[in-house]
């Protein structure tokens, strides 16, 4: 039952109560012939309701009809003598219900009600134990000593009760029940339950009819028996394993009645797959109309043998003939037919029985043919894939096709690149307070111009990169490998040859002027080619791994910073202990060791006339970052004197998910007067006078006496004294500064750790005054050359030492 407050109780009490008697004295006290219009009306609504398929208002009309049968009797009571008013009213009442009750079942009005079954007194209560839900004792034969196949098995959730789909011997199949199935004693019907995350539910089989009884009962998980007409078995196993019993007579009175389909040599439910063979043929004609092709629907005769005895009927295969010629190809519905221009030849993908799909190519004067592979890949290059034709010439069918994403695995930094083969979102900036915008991120378009002629050897297929100008595309075409198995193209834009020789890897600018390119020499570094100025520029000197993205102005990279032992824990402080040589000697470096792993990081590339600029990975914020702020920031004191550089939050998953909404913590700070400080969130603010500075840190580990969730901590840095303190006070809300004044910090506190996507939670301002964390036991920093630590980072003093400190150069 549904748990309800007792004010909520009472309220539906009353409502119930005023339903019931308010109708009741209405029809009590106008006089008897409107009385018995009110009653006679409500019985045509229900009539009216129920023609017009309004099943909700009929039920309503009933109700008030249940009300006015009883207020006429205490109506016709009033009326009569005293020795006939409680007769007659009593009889009135009973009638006037009863007529109620026999139109709403002879308008459909009746609710149906569940079957339910009783407790049996079976071991006191409890089952005798049968067929677990959780599987291992499926039937696998039936009665008559038949074989049942059982698959496709699955789960509700992880660990939840089985799903499965049994067949029976004479093709019935029954798709997604429980495990705990039972046949009755006779064989004539066989019982299962279908478990779900909501209200169970309880299916009968009547093998001899063919007839599917879906059964309005939730009791059952798990079936015992199923013997003299009556179904016994357990609730939930999970709550009492309570037994129960109900008759199949009971069961099947207030079941929904389905027959199953014949189709070949299957017995189904009725469902989506007949539309799917609503197509009984496909006509293709060609441009002049001179062709034509024909395919008719074709269905194995066998589906009980197929792995998945339903694939045909969902992706149904049609047999095709061309200008009324039968061939043994087989095609689909959505099969995309290419015409040449002149209608005499035409390709597609198709297969022959018991093969594979193939490009097969046909011509009035030379019949068929299939075309070789469209594609000969090499491990070095980007991953490729491709579907459906899209054009017809009289040397090459054009492929739609695109490079995989090259995610790193970390999100903007990673030791390994995940090969992604789908649009997906993509960090694109930032907003003031720090939450990453996201918007998606389109794979590489390219079209594959396969050769009509040949046996596909390398080289043979042509490149075609997205529109670049216009409808111009940027051909790409193989002229050898390099000694690490490297592709190396030339590039052709319309009229233009684009010198130099390139790897196959490139981006179009969403805006269509350039391309980006990398050289298959080992200069490494970016080149963009400007189609309308015909020139190229170069950037910095980078060991490129491949290319990201091109949106506006700015080329986004992933590029080789170094590699990292094996035995070593990457730390924010220390990514890389092995940097790279030259690019012209780094080939060697590059490649896999079992030793080390190469570190990935995500660099951007700002496009101007003069050539590409490395932007720098940091921002610079002007307002105190929210908890959920992504990355790496600086952010200057209000006298600008001093400055604070925050890098390497994480959320507690550290993967390469966005989670947009989610708290960051791990953060390592450094400001331009020294202070080093790690495990830190990003929410942080600098006072007025820029003396002390108010930072966060995320406890995701709390024990029980804290509640066992997350809590925040927060933190005061004084960088004149250089000194630490830690509050004791435990906020549990995502904090986000406001301000901080002389005397007081103000923090704004949410209802939840993660930032909701409506923003409805304005969060509520909590004030924590500076003389009450300045009581607070402070840590001396500890001086390091020019850095002052705490005591927990002097381990990492000589990473602290080593870093790259050229974000906060313009405070030094």
Same mark, same amino acid.
């Given at each position: 039952?549904?748990?309800?407050?007792?004010?909520?109780?009472?309220?539906?009490?009353?409502?119930?109560?005023?339903?019931?008697?308010?109708?009741?004295?209405?029809?009590?006290?106008?006089?008897?012939?409107?009385?018995?219009?009110?009653?006679?009306?409500?019985?045509?609504?229900?009539?009216?309701?129920?023609?017009?398929?309004?099943?909700?208002?009929?039920?309503?009309?009933?109700?008030?009809?249940?009300?006015?049968?009883?207020?006429?009797?205490?109506?016709?009571?009033?009326?009569?003598?005293?020795?006939?008013?409680?007769?007659?009213?009593?009889?009135?009442?009973?009638?006037?219900?009863?007529?109620?009750?026999?139109?709403?079942?002879?308008?459909?009005?009746?609710?149906?009600?569940?079957?339910?079954?009783?407790?049996?007194?079976?071991?006191?209560?409890?089952?005798?134990?049968?067929?677990?839900?959780?599987?291992?004792?499926?039937?696998?034969?039936?009665?008559?000593?038949?074989?049942?196949?059982?698959?496709?098995?699955?789960?509700?959730?992880?660990?939840?009760?089985?799903?499965?789909?049994?067949?029976?011997?004479?093709?019935?199949?029954?798709?997604?029940?429980?495990?705990?199935?039972?046949?009755?004693?006779?064989?004539?019907?066989?019982?299962?339950?279908?478990?779900?995350?909501?209200?169970?539910?309880?299916?009968?089989?009547?093998?001899?009819?063919?007839?599917?009884?879906?059964?309005?009962?939730?009791?059952?998980?798990?079936?015992?028996?199923?013997?003299?007409?009556?179904?016994?078995?357990?609730?939930?196993?999970?709550?009492?394993?309570?037994? %129960?019993?109900?008759?199949?007579?009971?069961?099947?009175?207030?079941?929904?009645?389905?027959?199953?389909?014949?189709?070949?040599?299957?017995?189904?439910?009725?469902?989506?797959?007949?539309?799917?063979?609503?197509?009984?043929?496909?006509?293709?004609?060609?441009?002049?109309?001179?062709?034509?092709?024909?395919?008719?629907?074709?269905?194995?005769?066998?589906?009980?043998?197929?792995?998945?005895?339903?694939?045909?009927?969902?992706?149904?295969?049609?047999?095709?003939?061309?200008?009324?010629?039968?061939?043994?190809?087989?095609?689909?519905?959505?099969?995309?037919?290419?015409?040449?221009?002149?209608?005499?030849?035409?390709?597609? %993908?198709?297969?022959?029985?018991?093969?594979?799909?193939?490009?097969?190519?046909?011509?009035?004067?030379?019949?068929?043919?299939?075309?070789?592979?469209?594609?000969?890949?090499?491990?070095?290059?980007?991953?490729?894939?491709?579907?459906?034709?899209?054009?017809?010439?009289?040397?090459?069918?054009?492929?739609?096709?695109?490079?995989?994403?090259?995610?790193?695995?970390?999100?903007?930094?990673?030791?390994?690149?995940?090969?992604?083969?789908?649009?997906?979102?993509?960090?694109?900036?930032?907003?003031?307070?720090?939450?990453?915008?996201?918007?998606?991120?389109?794979?590489?378009?390219?079209?594959?111009?396969?050769?009509?002629?040949?046996?596909?050897?390398?080289?043979?297929?042509?490149?075609?990169?997205?529109?670049?100008?216009?409808?111009?595309?940027?051909?790409?075409?193989?002229?050898?490998?390099?000694?690490?198995?490297?592709?190396?193209?030339?590039?052709?834009?319309?009229?233009?040859?684009?010198?130099?020789?390139?790897?196959?890897?490139?981006?179009?600018?969403?805006?269509?002027?350039?391309?980006?390119?990398?050289?298959?020499?080992?200069?490494?570094?970016?080149?963009?080619?400007?189609?309308?100025?015909?020139?190229?520029?170069?950037?910095?000197?980078?060991?490129?791994?491949?290319?990201?993205?091109?949106?506006?102005?700015?080329?986004?990279?992933?590029?080789?910073?170094?590699?990292?032992?094996?035995?070593?824990?990457?730390?924010?402080?220390?990514?890389?202990?092995?940097?790279?040589?030259?690019?012209?000697?780094?080939?060697?470096?590059?490649?896999?060791?079992?030793?080390?792993?190469?570190?990935?990081?995500?660099?951007?590339?700002?496009?101007?006339?003069?050539?590409?600029?490395?932007?720098?990975?940091?921002?610079?914020?002007?307002?105190?970052?929210?908890?959920?702020?992504?990355?790496?920031?600086?952010?200057?004191?209000?006298?600008?004197?001093?400055?604070?550089?925050?890098?390497?939050?994480?959320?507690?998953?550290?993967?390469?998910?966005?989670?947009?909404?989610?708290?960051?913590?791990?953060?390592?700070?450094?400001?331009?007067?020294?202070?080093?400080?790690?495990?830190?969130?990003?929410?942080?603010?600098?006072?007025?006078?820029?003396?002390?500075?108010?930072?966060? %840190?995320?406890?995701?580990?709390?024990?029980?006496?804290?509640?066992?969730?997350?809590?925040?901590?927060?933190?005061?840095?004084?960088?004149?004294?250089?000194?630490?303190?830690?509050?004791?006070?435990?906020?549990?809300?995502?904090?986000?500064?406001?301000?901080?004044?002389?005397?007081?910090?103000?923090?704004?506190?949410?209802?939840?750790?993660?930032?909701?996507?409506?923003?409805?939670?304005?969060?509520?301002?909590?004030?924590?005054?500076?003389?009450?964390?300045?009581?607070?036991?402070?840590?001396?920093?500890?001086?390091?050359?020019?850095?002052?630590?705490?005591?927990?980072?002097?381990?990492?003093?000589?990473?602290?030492?080593?870093?790259?400190?050229?974000?906060?150069?313009?405070?030094?």
């Amino acid at each position: 039952m549904d748990e309800k407050s007792l004010p909520r109780l009472l309220l539906d009490l009353l409502w119930q109560l005023a339903v019931l008697l308010i109708p009741i004295f209405l029809v009590t006290v106008v006089p008897l012939p409107l009385a018995l219009g009110v009653v006679l009306g409500c019985a045509a609504l229900m009539w009216l309701a129920a023609r017009a398929g309004w099943l909700r208002t009929g039920r309503g009309a009933a109700r008030v009809m249940t009300s006015a049968a009883i207020g006429l009797g205490f109506n016709l009571g009033r009326a009569l003598p005293a020795y006939w008013d409680i007769a007659g009213a009593a009889v009135v009442m009973f009638c006037g219900l009863a007529c109620v009750s026999h139109l709403e079942r002879r308008f459909g009005l009746a609710d149906t009600t569940k079957a339910k079954a009783k407790s049996s007194p079976l071991s006191g209560g409890q089952s005798s134990g049968g067929a677990s839900a959780w599987g291992g004792d499926e039937p696998r034969v039936t009665p008559e000593g038949e074989p049942i196949r059982v698959f496709n098995y699955s789960e509700i959730a992880m660990g939840g009760p089985v799903l499965c789909d049994y067949l029976l011997p004479d093709g019935v199949l029954l798709q997604g029940l429980g495990a705990s199935a039972r046949f009755s004693n006779d064989g004539r019907y066989f019982a299962a339950p279908l478990p779900s995350r909501q209200a169970w539910g309880l299916v009968v089989l009547d093998r001899e009819l063919h007839q599917l009884y879906h059964c309005s009962c939730d009791e059952f998980w798990e079936l015992d028996a199923f013997n003299g007409g009556t179904l016994s078995g357990r609730y939930s196993p999970l709550v009492d394993n309570g037994a %129960r019993e109900i008759s199949l007579e009971q069961l099947l009175a207030t079941a929904e009645k389905v027959s199953l389909v014949p189709i070949a040599d299957l017995w189904l439910e009725p469902g989506a797959w007949q539309q799917y063979l609503e197509v009984e043929t496909l006509r293709h004609t060609s441009p002049d109309g001179q062709q034509r092709l024909d395919a008719s629907l074709v269905l194995p005769t066998r589906l009980r043998d197929l792995p998945q005895p339903c694939d045909p009927l969902r992706n149904p295969e049609y047999r095709v003939s061309i200008n009324a010629e039968p061939t043994a190809l087989l095609i689909r519905a959505d099969t995309a037919i290419i015409w040449h221009p002149d209608g005499r030849a035409f390709a597609c %993908r198709a297969r022959m029985a018991d093969e594979s799909p193939d490009y097969w190519l046909w011509h009035l004067d030379r019949g068929w043919q299939t075309l070789p592979c469209p594609w000969t890949p090499a491990d070095s290059e980007p991953s490729l894939g491709w579907s459906e034709p899209l054009e017809l010439d009289d040397h090459h069918l054009r492929l739609s096709s695109y490079f995989d994403y090259p995610q790193p695995d970390h999100g903007r930094y990673g030791y390994g690149l995940y090969s992604i083969h789908s649009d997906c979102d993509a960090q694109i900036g930032h907003a003031p307070n720090g939450r990453i915008l996201v918007a998606e991120r389109q794979l590489t378009r390219v079209q594959l111009a396969v050769p009509l002629t040949g046996d596909g050897q390398r080289g043979a297929t042509i490149v075609e990169s997205s529109p670049v100008q216009g409808k111009t595309r940027a051909q790409f075409t193989w002229q050898q490998d390099n000694d690490q198995g490297l592709g190396g193209y030339t590039c052709r834009i319309g009229e233009w040859a684009v010198p130099g020789v390139w790897q196959l890897d490139h981006r179009v600018s969403d805006a269509g002027r350039y391309i980006a390119l990398i050289p298959i020499t080992a200069a490494g570094h970016v080149v963009v080619a400007d189609a309308q100025e015909r020139q190229l520029l170069n950037s910095p000197a980078l060991l490129v791994a491949r290319l990201l993205d091109f949106r506006g102005p700015t080329v986004s990279v992933a590029v080789i910073r170094g590699r990292l032992n094996q035995d070593r824990q990457s730390t924010p402080l220390q990514r890389f202990d092995q940097s790279p040589p030259e690019a012209h000697d780094a080939a060697d470096f590059c490649q896999h060791r079992p030793d080390s792993r190469l570190y990935y990081e995500w660099c951007e590339l700002n496009v101007s006339p003069q050539g590409l600029t490395a932007l720098p990975d940091w921002r610079l914020v002007k307002q105190p970052q929210s908890a959920v702020a992504d990355g790496n920031f600086v952010q200057p004191a209000p006298t600008d004197t001093d400055a604070a550089w925050l890098f390497g939050c994480e959320t507690e998953y550290a993967d390469s998910w966005l989670r947009v909404q989610s708290p960051r913590l791990g953060g390592h700070l450094l400001t331009a007067s020294g202070c080093a400080i790690g495990d830190l969130a990003p929410s942080m603010i600098w006072s007025e006078g820029a003396r002390y500075l108010a930072l966060t %840190r995320l406890h995701t580990d709390m024990d029980d006496e804290h509640g066992g969730r997350s809590a925040w901590q927060v933190l005061l840095l004084d960088v004149q004294e250089r000194t630490l303190r830690r509050s004791p006070q435990w906020l549990h809300n995502r904090p986000q500064f406001e301000s901080f004044k002389a005397d007081a910090l103000k923090v704004r506190l949410f209802l939840r750790d993660w930032e909701a996507e409506d923003d409805t939670d304005r969060g509520s301002i909590t004030v924590i005054k500076l003389s009450d964390l300045l009581t607070l036991p402070a840590e001396a920093l500890t001086p390091h050359g020019e850095l002052w630590l705490t005591q927990d980072q002097l381990g990492n003093a000589e990473a602290w030492q080593a870093l790259d400190t050229s974000a906060l150069s313009h405070w030094r």
